[in-house]
């Protein structure tokens, strides 16, 4: 399969700094995309979704970016807070019948205090 | 209830045995799948049911059966595993048809093989 999503392991931000995670994706046929969060020990968590009809989505301190030119996505979370800390995965659907998500290989955000 | 419940959280077994994984779920959800995520990596989908059919295998070996006895039951019953299938196995739900929602993942069954 095709991959998705930029080798980016570690992001460290201050506390109440904005933060900006990236991700790339290959399929251009994907049209749906969704960001999770992952704390240690649990299943991922939705965070924000987009279509490929728009180019930005909003949420409360989160927005996500789409540059299909590019095929570029980006989720921007706005003065970041210790439970901000996780893994940020991008995920894509790849196309064919039904939901199919592909996930990029994740972010590890660090909130420094 | 927006929740997704898979039992047991935590299973240790020998290649030998024989044992299954449970998901639960009760939004109405007609599309549920496995997956499987190793430390530090992202999940890799597994399989996938829709209308309690199987719509995808992503080439994963017999040892490994799922099984969806209802819309709000998915079982993967493990056969004979390696080490090196040990891992976090997610399972998730959501509606069936492209582009319709995200997917609500559970906490995780743990499985360490010896």
């Known amino acids: 399969g095709e991959s998705v999503g930029l080798h980016l392991p570690t992001l460290s931000v201050q506390e109440g700094d904005n933060s900006i995670i990236n991700c790339a994706y290959s399929?251009?046929?994907?049209?749906?995309f969704i960001w999770y969060k992952q704390e240690s020990g649990k299943g991922p968590q939705f965070i924000i979704d987009i279509r490929s009809n728009m180019d930005k989505r909003q949420g409360q301190r989160v927005t996500v970016l789409l540059n299909k030119t590019v095929k570029h996505l980006s989720l921007q979370i706005a003065a970041t807070q210790p439970g901000d800390s996780a893994v940020y995965f991008c995920a894509e659907n790849v196309g064919g019948y039904g939901q199919n998500f592909v996930f990029g290989p994740g972010t590890r955000l660090s909130v420094l205090p | 209830d927006t929740e997704v419940t898979q039992t047991p959280k935590h299973l240790v077994m020998g290649m030998t045995n024989k044992k299954s994984l449970k998901c639960e779920q009760h939004?109405?959800?007609?599309?549920m799948y496995w997956y499987k995520q190793k430390a530090k990596k992202p999940p890799e989908l597994m399989f996938v049911?829709?209308?309690?059919?199987?719509?995808i295998n992503e080439s994963v070996p017999s040892r490994f059966s799922p099984e969806c006895p209802n819309s709000s039951l998915l079982n993967l019953h493990l056969h004979a595993l390696q080490p090196e299938d040990s891992a976090l196995y997610l399972c998730?739900?959501?509606?069936?048809?492209?582009?319709?929602?995200?997917?609500?993942f559970g906490e995780g069954s743990r499985l360490t093989v010896l």
């Open positions: 049911y829709s209308y309690e059919k199987l719509s």
């Open positions: 939004m109405g959800h007609r599309a």
């Open positions: 399929n251009s046929a994907s049209d749906y």
């Open positions: 998730a739900s959501s509606l069936a048809d492209r582009n319709t929602g995200e997917l609500f």
